[in-house]
């Protein structure tokens, strides 16, 4: 059954809801679907190794890729369905413009109280109270590296004192929590994991390092560059007595972990792991319009051309619920061997 109507604005404490109810988005192995993640563009201003080769990728046609409003209508036609938290993601979503007018419109969407920004830092300062305003609660923060000479070899591009200072304009905003994401490659920027250790000394920030994933054509950097989790814990403990400590909450499936009177904390995400796909509550909307049911993976449902064929939110949200069915169950990566899909993560919505 769809929800009709106006609705009340979601008040401060949500009440319990039955997320298995018939008529919210729950998928063949009973995860419940609350999470959407949205690309709001492929295009990205740096050319990190892992992700995007250096020339860039054959960028969607600005045509193909939806509108605020057709976004907006897509999140409308959700809500009703149990999704409460959407993240805007890319490419790099502040190279496109007028973001916070997106979260304007997302944010007053009935049933929608968490919206998230995924970026790599480098207009933030500029925007974070801006897109705090428009309703903005947290962002992650992608960064690899402390160092200058690495930043420019890691990301392609200079800029690490541009990200620096997004997260700080982002603390000083209100965004919480700010997490920075810090993808560990071996022999380029492990070395530095008790660098970033020590970042959470000086700022309430969490830290997460991040396994390299399979995409496009870095099969030989991702086997090259695994490090396990326990050697990294290893490495981070030798700055110091570490705590279990309860994560920031949202949708992440890290592990936290904080040095005594630190204000910030550190976190492990293995994403090959499946243990990473047994929580999955999400799904991802592509910059073109595609829903795509799981990170890596083909299946991807074309929601453009009913968007722009006019279908209305009843419409659109039978499509969510009849994509619950084919949302598989696992990914099916493993170390070492390629996907089978190989696209970028800026491709999919990372
Ligand atoms: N531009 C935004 C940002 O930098 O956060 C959002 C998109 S970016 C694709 C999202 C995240 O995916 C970043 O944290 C990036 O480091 C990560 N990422 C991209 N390719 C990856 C890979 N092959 N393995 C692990 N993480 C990857």
């Known amino acids: 059954m769809l929800l009709e109507g106006p609705r009340e604005r979601a008040p401060k404490t949500i009440p319990v809801i039955d997320l298995l109810a018939p008529g919210l988005l729950t998928d ?3 995860r419940p679907v609350t999470y959407l993640r949205i690309s709001v563009t492929d295009r990205c201003n740096l050319r990190c190794v892992y992700c995007m080769p250096e020339a860039g990728l054959p960028w969607i046609p600005k045509a193909e890729i939806l509108t605020f409003e057709e976004i907006e209508r897509v999140v409308r ?3 009703p369905l149990g999704v409460r938290s959407i993240r805007l993601t890319g490419g790099e979503p502040l190279v496109r413009r007028d973001v916070p007018q997106l979260v304007a419109r997302l944010a007053a969407i009935d049933g929608i109280d968490d919206i998230a920004l995924s970026t790599n830092g480098l207009f933030l300062a500029d925007l974070a109270a801006e897109l705090r305003a428009a309703g903005l609660r947290r962002v992650n923060v992608s960064l690899d590296t402390l160092r200058e000479d690495r930043f420019t070899a890691i990301a392609r591009r200079p800029g690490l004192d541009r990200v620096l200072a997004g997260i700080d304009a982002a603390l000083d905003a209100g965004l919480r929590p700010v997490k920075i994401n810090c993808v560990v490659m071996r022999g380029q920027n492990d070395d530095e994991v008790a660098d970033f250790a020590a970042f959470t ?4 920030v969490f830290v997460r390092f991040i396994e390299v994933m399979p995409v496009i054509d870095n099969a030989a950097l991702q086997r090259d560059a695994y490090v396990p989790s326990g050697e990294l814990l290893d490495r981070i403990a030798a700055g110091g007595e570490l705590l279990p ?8 499936p890290a592990r936290y972990y904080a040095y005594a009177g630190a204000p910030g904390a550190i976190g492990v995400i293995s994403p090959l792991s499946h243990d990473y796909c047994e929580t999955c509550n999400r799904v991802r909307l592509s910059a073109d319009g595609q829903l795509k049911l799981c990170l890596f993976g083909d299946t991807g449902i ?3 051309t009913p968007l ?9 949200g039978a499509i969510f619920s009849n994509a619950m069915a084919i949302k598989p169950e696992r990914h099916h990566l493993d170390l070492g061997k ?4 190989m696209r970028a993560l ?3 919505g990372g």
């Open 28 to 30: 063949a192995f009973r």
């Open 77 to 79: 036609a959700a809500a």
């Open 201 to 204: 000394r000086e700022r309430a």
């Open 245 to 252: 400590v309860a994560g920031p909450g949202g949708n992440g």
């Open 302 to 304: 074309d929601l453009r």
């Open 308 to 316: 722009r064929n006019g279908a209305n939110a009843d419409e659109l």
């Open 338 to 341: 390629p996907a089978s899909a």
């Open 346 to 348: 800026s491709e999919i």
